[in-house]
């Protein structure tokens, strides 16, 4: 079989466009499980590797209101574990604003619950706004690393506390528990002491998939050493395969082959059954883009407010701040590339929050996406629909056929489980 | 319509009864989702208010197999949403290992997602052993009561951060959220530090339902002040009208009138069509029981090792411990009124960790319910089932007819929210 395509959804609110929510008959409501489940059933039927939903851990009600109003990912994902067969279910988790027991936990029980679908989306959350709903001073970026790397470890110290045959559940004897198959973890570090261990056992995938997409070299290390699944967040081909080499070249040193890790560049593809529908409905949802939430956004992306400046002024020099280090890099070079405006940084912006836009005909999104996929870019991508459900369905149905036409991508699912789809092997046991 | 029960269903691992898994038929894993799956939907055929999970966050594989292996609450919870259609789903989430932040976000997500079904069961944590999992020093009882008074308080406070009405999404003018109809919490106290507001909109129910289950001093203060519905643990009559009482007559004094608060004292049934059945299902139950389990079980509800006693002497003189005040309290006093061996007590702890065991016929079983029910005792049952499934559906099959028949019970859900099967008002937004 040839190399093929691994593709996630990316949920996010209303949709990754700022203002996707006004296009006519959009999902307006991220609150609600029945539109969510629909477009879960959808991207099964697309037959993605998985969904994965992206978190904050504040509310600004002035900004992109898809950062403002969700469902907390894991109760999410854990409804739609039932709605669905195969699709891998990511959710995000924060490892600056949370335990690693409460995660590793809880990871392993969306494990058991979708039969081996579980992802956990592994942050150190950007945002400084988190901070002040925990009592707490945000971290700044290198120790956040520092705290995710350990974090990540004694997450699956956790997850090998016991053994996939301790369960004994002897009728006759009264074993429940083999307790010889069950050990403790006793982690000790800078920033965590976990006994363990986890009073769940071990899960369907043995660890479930860990995703990242850290963008500075502390995220590049900490992927390389521990993820399953990179997002790349990129602008044009030459910087997604500059992504792709760099996140594949760390791979050696930690005894990893290059497809231990999947790489996936973010993108919103905005697809017409012409190269015209797809510019009309690119411009009809610009349109609705107001500057008060783009530049909210912007200022979130670039982590200053850019208030202060000229929209019609060039796109000022700044340095890129402590958060979010891949979208401000990619953002500010396209935009001295292209000799941007503020104003053009921020449309930009406001469609995609940073990511690659890709408009046009489902044989040109195809075509597109198959050149990076063989260029060395790309193992796949992670699907940003700019709001549900026609922004999504046109990418199901137009797009994904011919992929599936030219051997690209599966047509139907081979395995049941997460790493099944991504073709990576259950870990054994350390 | 005449005075009606409430019934919780109390699901923890493979049953209540230390070695119900053992029983032949029996549920032996709680980590099958399709078996939990099964059981919620018997709950809901038996038109039970709610399911609720208890919770530790510690595993001890030498002891009870329920207390060691399980789903994790809110995911399990999340997960049977979507399976169910009435009945309320409370999870437990620990006031002591846990923010207000997370805690108040995933159950408002949970009653989203639940259509308005959502209850917390909030608990300060008994067992020190918790605490070195969270890489912290286990804190004292007046101090976990201190802190689940102003947890609650953060809560509930985020829970009104969102009007009802603050989600526009009027695609004309681009608003999406109004601004003016959400504020922060800007809550300081000793404890905690939240800004808010939550990045989820007020919920179904405004507030999830609130459950507790303290018996100490302090626990009932805080369950007076802060729950809607409290789970008493008692061995007999007497001391289920002490707790009855001794909750109701806390509430005028914080404004509440008596029936803001349902009581529901827990009771391990064990039913069979006639009571000589149900007498041999106790005796085979009570069969499996191995002394290295119901020591381990004795020591953990007493809160100290109980191995070093005679266990064919009398129950020692002991002072009740920092943990488990209730349990401690009416098994001591218990094992006095009864003239108990160590031995007699364990075999009771084995049963029902506690709780009271009301074992014969149907008919007895319900006579007995309605006594109490009429008796000023209780408000409804926590009923907690030895085993699943047969060990449920007994009760179901069998007892909930009856009380069908005499009006104590719905015959059919009246309303579509938690709230609604327990008669509680949806709160006004603070």
């Given amino acids: 079989m040839t190399r ?33 489940r629909e477009i879960a059933r959808t991207a099964e039927r697309g037959r993605f590797d998985m969904i994965f939903m992206g978190d904050n851990l504040y509310a600004d009600p002035k900004a992109h209101p898809s950062y403002t109003l969700r469902l907390e990912p894991l109760t999410m994902l854990a409804a739609l574990a039932g709605a669905t067969e195969r699709i891998g279910l990511g959710a995000t988790a924060s490892t600056t604003y949370s335990d690693p027991f409460t995660v590793a936990r809880a990871f392993a029980s969306l494990d058991h619950i979708s039969g081996g679908r579980a992802a956990w989306n592994a942050v150190t959350t950007a945002n400084p706004a ?11 970026h290198a120790r956040r690393y520092e705290r995710a ?14 053994a996939d045959d301790a369960v004994v559940a002897d009728r006759e004897s009264g074993l429940y528990i083999d307790p010889a198959k069950v050990r403790a973890l006793d982690h000790a570090g800078p920033f965590f002491r976990v ?7 071990r899960s369907p995938q043995g660890h479930p998939v860990v995703l990242q997409a850290g963008g500075s070299e502390a995220g590049l290390d900490l992927a390389a050493r521990t993820a399953d699944v990179v997002f790349s967040v990129v602008q044009d081909l030459d910087e997604a395969k500059a992504a792709y080499a760099a996140l594949k070249g760390r791979l050696p040193a930690h005894g990893r082959p290059p497809d231990a890790v999947s790489v996936l560049p973010g993108v919103m593809p905005v697809v017409g059954r012409t190269t015209r529908e797809a510019f009309d409905t690119l411009a009809v949802l610009q349109g609705f883009v107001s500057d008060d939430n783009a530049l909210a956004l912007l200022s979130d992306r670039l982590g200053r407010d850019m208030a202060a400046y000229d ?12 958060s979010y280090h891949a979208f401000a890099r990619v953002m500010l070079a396209k935009a001295r590339r292209e000799r941007m405006t503020l104003r053009d940084l921020y449309n930009l912006t406001a469609a995609a929050r940073g990511h690659w836009v890709l408009c046009g005909s489902a044989e040109t999104v195809a075509d597109t996406l198959q050149h990076w996929f063989e260029a060395g870019a ?4 992670n699907i940003m629909p700019p709001f549900f459900h026609a922004g999504f369905t046109a990418f199901v149905d137009l797009v994904v056929p011919i992929l599936q036409a030219r051997g690209l991508f599966r047509r139907d699912y081979a395995g049941t489980t997460l790493r099944d789809h991504l073709g990576l092997a259950r870990p054994a046991r350390a």
Avoid: C, Y
């Avoid at 609110?13 to 609600?32: E, K």
């Fill in 4 to 36: 093929q395509m691994h593709l996630g959804l990316f949920l996010l609110g209303t949709g990754s466009h700022v203002a996707g929510w006004r296009h006519p008959g959009a999902v307006a409501s991220f609150q609600d499980i029945g539109a969510i």
């Fill in 130 to 140: 988190s901070a002040a709903n925990f009592g707490t001073v945000h971290p700044e």
């Fill in 149 to 162: 790397g350990e974090f990540l470890e004694v997450v699956r110290g956790l997850w090998d506390g016991w």
């Fill in 195 to 201: 006994k363990g261990p986890l009073n769940i056992g």
């Fill in 311 to 322: 929209l019609d002024g060039p796109v000022p020099e700044i340095a890129p701040s402590d």
């Fill in 378 to 381: 790309a193992d796949g991508f």
